[in-house]
């Protein structure tokens, strides 16, 4: 059965990517309050590390043909 603990490697890396996430959706290049799409790209790539790390399976949509 798997713990519900994270190990220190997962810890470092949870605390790195939510920096990333942070920073990358705090960007305001644009001067309209919505950070540019490649930082939301980054930021959304980042957060699907970071639910992995926490066992979820993150899949895009259409990915193997599925439809929404």
Do not use: F
């Not at 603990?5 to 942070?22: M, Y």
């Amino acid at each position: 059965m798997k713990q519900n603990v994270l190990s220190d490697r997962e810890i470092k890396q949870l605390v790195d990517l939510g920096c990333k996430i942070k920073q990358g959706l705090d960007c305001n290049a644009n001067n309209d309050g919505l950070p540019c799409r490649t930082d939301r790209l980054d930021s959304v790539e980042n957060m699907k590390k970071y639910l992995e790390i926490h066992g979820y399976k993150i899949k895009r949509l259409g990915d193997n043909n599925e439809k929404r």
